[in-house]
């Protein structure tokens, strides 16, 4: 089965939204055409554009004051456009970005709203519906929701001087001090389990969290677990931990597949 595909146009002024969309759809498994990613030093711009409408199934048209005015947003439509009379081999799909006034051939078009920030998440699912209809996933994370879990954990406190000797209790302690157990980030976090995981997942392999085991022995203080059993509670710490308290990729997945099993 191919893989969808989209050609985002945008005018420049738009760019970041433009890259940020882009990031979701890609993943999300969608192939997104976006010009800084294709247009290389030397190529020509044209062909290139060309090529991406040809290559793509879809073509996103971001909407905004700046897009409505741009000639070569302007020129893409018209290629599109013309090929979707001819051959139907190509779908507009209208992205209100900012609130404009709609071009004439789009008015009649059922737009995804993207004005309201809070609503983002939910017209990018919308989106991904429309252009792929076997997209279902309940784990799926857009990087706003990444970013909502990432504020959730809580910023380490500065250390002393990097130049000083520390000790392996010292690193311990800074470790869990910093961190957040995870069974409170599931409470402060209300998505279901796979979700939770699948971000925590991804925000430990870009390097922005780790995990952290925080292990050790009980001194009896505990009313339901005997004095001496040992413990592992599984700590995220935002950044990156002292070398001597990173655990292999292996033992974290096992950890993390555990909790999401429940």
């Known amino acids: 089965m191919p893989v969808p595909s989209i050609f985002l146009s945008h005018n420049r002024e738009d760019k970041p939204f433009a890259r940020r969309l882009a990031d979701d759809l890609r ?15 030397g190529d020509s711009i044209i062909e290139k554009i060309e090529a991406g409408l040809h290559g ?42 900012r609130q404009c006034e709609i071009p004439a051939f789009l008015i009649d078009r059922l737009y995804a709203d993207f004005t309201s920030p809070e609503n983002y998440s939910f017209t990018l699912r919308q ?8 997209f279902v996933s309940p784990h799926f994370v857009s990087s706003e929701e990444l970013q ?29 001090s910093n961190s957040i ?10 998505w279901p389990k796979p979700k939770l995981y699948s971000a925590l997942r991804e925000l430990i392999k ?10 050790g022995v009980l001194d009896g203080g505990h009313a339901e677990i005997p004095a001496g059993a040992s413990f ?24 993390l597949a555990n909790l999401e099993r429940g």
């Open 232 to 255: 592992v509670l599984p700590m995220i710490f935002k950044g990156s931990l002292p070398p001597k308290l990173r655990s292999s990729d292996e033992e974290i997945e096992e950890v």
């Open 27 to 41: 993943r999300a498994s969608i192939t997104v055409w976006l010009d800084e990613a294709e247009i290389r030093l």
């Open 206 to 215: 870009t390097r922005r969290v780790e995990l952290f085991l925080f292990k």
């Open 56 to 97: 793509s199934e879809y073509l996103g048209v971001i909407l905004s004051p700046a897009s409505v005015r741009s000639p070569w947003v302007k020129e893409e439509l018209r290629a599109v456009l013309h090929q979707q009379i001819t051959t139907r081999s190509r779908t507009v799909l209208p992205l209100l970005y």
């Open 181 to 190: 157990d995870l069974s409170e980030l599931e409470s402060k976090t209300p």
């Open 127 to 134: 989106l991904l519906n429309r252009i792929d209809p076997s």
């Open 148 to 176: 909502e879990l990432l504020d959730r954990i809580p910023d380490p406190l500065e250390r002393r001087s990097v130049f000083q000797p520390r000790t392996d209790e010292e690193d311990i302690e800074f470790a869990s």
